[in-house]
């Protein structure tokens, strides 16, 4: 049984002590892309089924820090699914419009409906995250967000929705690579902001919001998985490991035919 990287964290832990580097896992990256690329396969069709059978929903939400993959996942991860069964949304800054509800309005309104598979790129997590790292709403506001996102989460679950979390786990070393090589080559430019290199310098602050809100957050009902991403082949094929076993599990069928198909004639 391939390591699922499941956090089962009942007290305090520390990320640093969580692998970043997946090679330990799994030594050979060809066997792993092979591994991937049959498992995306069976992704498709199990997708067609969920959407044909139009009953049961699946969220997967993808928090990181910058450069941590979130945009190489999806983009790897979705390839070749029916579009019209996926919906991915990227949560941004909150606009004056989503400040004036409760932090879950925008994210209540974006969860996958009946046979639908819903990604989220960033997520609510964020009101516990960069919120918390950048002082934006006092303690007294954020840190009773673990429970109403847990509650939030368990009606989600009870009323048909599976929901997955990947924390994609970067070392601070790999980010400083990557946005390195955003700076060196011209196609990658765009994706470089100096924001996220004044977010760097708050690494160990977001660490500690990271590890209080995954102990917090991991539920029965809503695991979160923290992925050793710094090599992507790993990262990929272990969320795709995930998402298949899930929906597996989940046994989507295709709905009933019509009765007695086989005496129709088509004029
Ligand atoms: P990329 O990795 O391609 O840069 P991104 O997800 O970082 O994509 P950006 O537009 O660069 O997208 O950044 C979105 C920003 O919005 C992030 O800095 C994130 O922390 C911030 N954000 C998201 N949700 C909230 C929130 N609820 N409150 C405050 N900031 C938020
Ligand atoms: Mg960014």
């Given amino acids: 049984m391939p390591h699922t990287h499941r956090l089962m964290a009942e007290r305090p832990f520390n990320l640093e002590a969580l692998p970043t580097d997946g090679k330990q896992f799994h030594p050979n990256r060809d066997e792993a892309e092979t591994e991937f ?95 918390r790292v950048h002082d934006i709403v006092p303690e007294a506001v954020w840190r009773p967000r673990y429970e109403q996102i847990n509650n939030f989460e368990k009606l989600l679950h009870d009323t048909g929705t599976r929901i997955l979390k990947f924390y994609l786990h970067i070392s601070k070393d790999e980010q400083k690579e990557r946005f390195q090589s955003r700076l060196d080559e011209p196609e990658k430019n765009w994706k470089f902001s100096l924001e996220d290199l004044e977010k760097r310098k708050f690494w160990p602050h977001y660490m500690t919001a990271y590890e209080e809100m995954l102990q917090q957050c991991s539920t029965e009902w809503a695991p979160w998985y923290v992925v050793p991403a710094n090599q992507k082949w790993y990262r990929n094929l272990t969320i795709m490991r995930t998402i298949v076993q899930t929906l597996r599990d989940m046994n989507p069928q295709y709905p009933e035919a019509e009765a007695n198909l086989d005496q129709v004639v088509i004029e």
Avoid: C
Wanted: hydrophobic share 40%; net charge positive; glycine share 8%.
């Fill in 37 to 131: 690329k049959a498992l995306r396969k069976e992704f498709v069709q199990l997708q067609r089924q969920l959407y044909a059978e139009g009953k049961q929903k699946l969220l997967i939400v993808l928090q990181a820090m910058d450069a941590g993959g979130k945009d190489g996942t999806i983009r790897n991860i979705l390839k070749g699914v029916n579009p019209q069964g996926v919906r991915v949304h990227s949560f941004k800054v909150p606009s004056k419009e989503e400040l004036a509800h409760d932090f879950l309005w925008r994210i209540h309104k974006a969860v996958p409906a009946q046979g639908m598979i819903g990604v989220f790129n960033r997520s609510h997590y964020e009101d516990v995250l960069v919120v």
